[in-house]
C-alpha cells in the first residue's frame, strides 16, 4: 500500500511516498530555516507563507520521485496537529483538495506520535514489542507504552520546556545564532574538561527531576542555571564555550537516558525507540548504547529525526482509520494522547 504523506506543523514543507509504512519511495522538505534565522527564531507567519508557495512543488516533487502519479497512490496522509495553526492549515487544506479531487483515502496524523515511527523505515531488526518509546523534539519530550504499532499509552512528559527548546533556549544563550542543539553537539565534541592539563573551572549544571519516581521531565530551569553558571566568568572564549556546552549535552541526555530505562524497567520491554529531532544527537546515541546491554535500542538514521513526511506516511500505514475530508481540520493544540 503507498501512501503519500503531507507534513507542515512548523517550517518545513514535507511530502513523501511510503510504501507499506516501511519503504521510503521519495522524501521531500523544503525549510525555511535560512530565513527565521534572520529573526532569530520561528516567525509563524513568515513560514506559512513560504509553505503556501511549495507545497505543491514540494508534492510534485515527491511524486516524481517516486516516479508515481496521484492516482497510483493508495492513500493520503497529513499531520492535523500540534503545531503552528498557519502552517498545519496549509498542509490540511492541500490534503482535503487532493482527496477531494482524487477521492482518495485521507488519513490524519498526530505529528508527535509519528515522530516514533521513523523507527519503522527500514529497520536493521523488526521492532519487538513492548517497547518504550522517547519523542524528543524541538516542542516535545514524551514517554510512551507501545504494545503494538497502534497500542500506545503515554507515561510521562516534561512539565515546561522540551529537552530540545532546552537545547536551542541554551544554544542562543552561548551566541550560537543558529543550530541549536547541533550547534552544542558540535562545540561539546571541542571540549577540553577531561584534558590532563586543563586549568578550567569545574561547571556543574543540575540533572532536573533524574531522581524523582515520576516519568517526567522539567527542563526549564537548565536556561537560568546556564545563565548563572555563565555570568560567573568575566571573559567568554571558546574554550568556556565548549566546555558550557558539554555540561549541557551532559545534563540533558543524562536525564533522557535515566528517565527512558527507567520507564523501560517499569514496563518490562524488550525495547527502546527514540525519536524526533534530539534523538539526532551522537552523545545521546553513544549513552544508550552503553547502558543497555540486554534490551534493543532502535534510533532512526540521522536524516529521519527531524521533521519530514516519510514517518507520517509510516504512521498512518500502520493505524489507518481514513476519514471524510469534510471532518478533517486543523487542531494545533492536538495533545500527545489522542491516537490520531
Ligand atoms: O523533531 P524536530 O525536527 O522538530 C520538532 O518537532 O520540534 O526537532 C527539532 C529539535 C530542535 O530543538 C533542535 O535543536 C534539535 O531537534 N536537534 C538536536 C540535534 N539536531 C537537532 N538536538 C541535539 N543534538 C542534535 N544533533
Ligand atoms: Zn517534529
Redesign the pocket.
Not at 519523542?135 to 516535545?140: A, D, F, L, R
Not at 522540551?162 to 536551542?168: L, P, R, S, T, Y
Not at 543550530?179 to 558540535?186: L, N, P, R, S, Y
Given at each position: 500500500m503507498k501512501i503519500l504523506a503531507i507534513e507542515s506543523?512548523?517550517d518545513?514543507t514535507a511530502a513523501a511516498v511510503v510504501e507499506d509504512g516501511t519503504k521510503i519511495l521519495s522524501n521531500v522538505i523544503a525549510s525555511s530555516t535560512a530565513m527565521h534565522r534572520k529573526y532569530g527564531g520561528i516567525v509563524p507567519e513568515v513560514a506559512a507563507r513560504e509553505q503556501i508557495k511549495c507545497v505543491i512543488p514540494v508534492i510534485n516533487e515527491a511524486l516524481e520521485n517516486a516516479k508515481k502519479d496521484v492516482q497510483s497512490i493508495d492513500a493520503l496522509a497529513v499531520t492535523v496537529g500540534p503545531?503552528l495553526i498557519g502552517s498545519l492549515l496549509i498542509g490540511v487544506e492541500t490534503a482535503k483538495t487532493l482527496a477531494l479531487v482524487t477521492k482518495k483515502p485521507l488519513i490524519p496524523v498526530n505529528?508527535?506520535i509519528a515522530?516514533m515511527f521513523a523507527n519503522f523505515l527500514s529497520p536493521a531488526q523488526p521492532v519487538e514489542f513492548p517497547a518504550v518509546s522517547l519523542?524528543?523534539?524541538?516542542?516535545?519530550t514524551e514517554l510512551f507504552l507501545m504494545e503494538s504499532e497502534k497500542k500506545l499509552t503515554w507515561l510521562g512528559g516534561t512539565l515546561d520546556d522540551?529537552?530540545?527548546?532546552?537545547?536551542?533556549k541554551t544554544?542562543r544563550l552561548l551566541g550560537f545564532a543558529n543550530?541549536?542543539?547541533?550547534?552544542?553537539?558540535?562545540a561539546a565534541q571541542k571540549n577540553t574538561i577531561n584534558s590532563t592539563n586543563s586549568t578550567n573551572t569545574p561547571i556543574k549544571l543540575p540533572r532536573p527531576l533524574l531522581h524523582d519516581d515520576s516519568l517526567n521531565f522539567s527542563f526549564s530551569g537548565l536556561k537560568t542555571a546556564v545563565l548563572r553558571a555563565w555570568k560567573k566568568f568575566e571573559t567568554h572564549d571558546e574554550t568556556l564555550i565548549n566546555n558550557f556546552a558539554f555540561e549541557i549535552?551532559e545534563a540533558?541526555t543524562d536525564v533522557l537516558v535515566a528517565k527512558t530505562i527507567k520507564a523501560a524497567q517499569l514496563h518490562h520491554t524488550q525495547s527502546i525507540l527514540i525519536?524526533?529531532?534530539?534523538?539526532?544527537?551522537?552523545?545521546?546515541r553513544k549513552k544508550f548504547n552503553l547502558n543497555l546491554s540486554k534490551l534493543n535500542i532502535f534510533f532512526p538514521p540521522?536524516e529521519l529525526?527531524?521533521?519530514?513526511a516519510a514517518y507520517i506516511a509510516s504512521y498512518a500505514f500502520f493505524k489507518g482509520k481514513p476519514v471524510d475530508w469534510h471532518d478533517i481540520t486543523a487542531l494545533p493544540d492536538l495533545s500527545v494522547e489522542e491516537n490520531i
Open positions: 506543523s512548523c518545513e503545531g505529528h508527535v515522530h519523542v524528543v523534539s524541538g516542542g516535545h522540551a529537552a530540545g527548546e532546552a537545547f536551542d544554544a543550530g541549536g542543539g547541533k550547534a552544542i553537539q558540535e549535552q540533558i525519536s524526533g529531532g534530539v534523538a539526532a544527537n551522537t552523545r545521546l540521522i529525526c527531524t521533521d519530514n
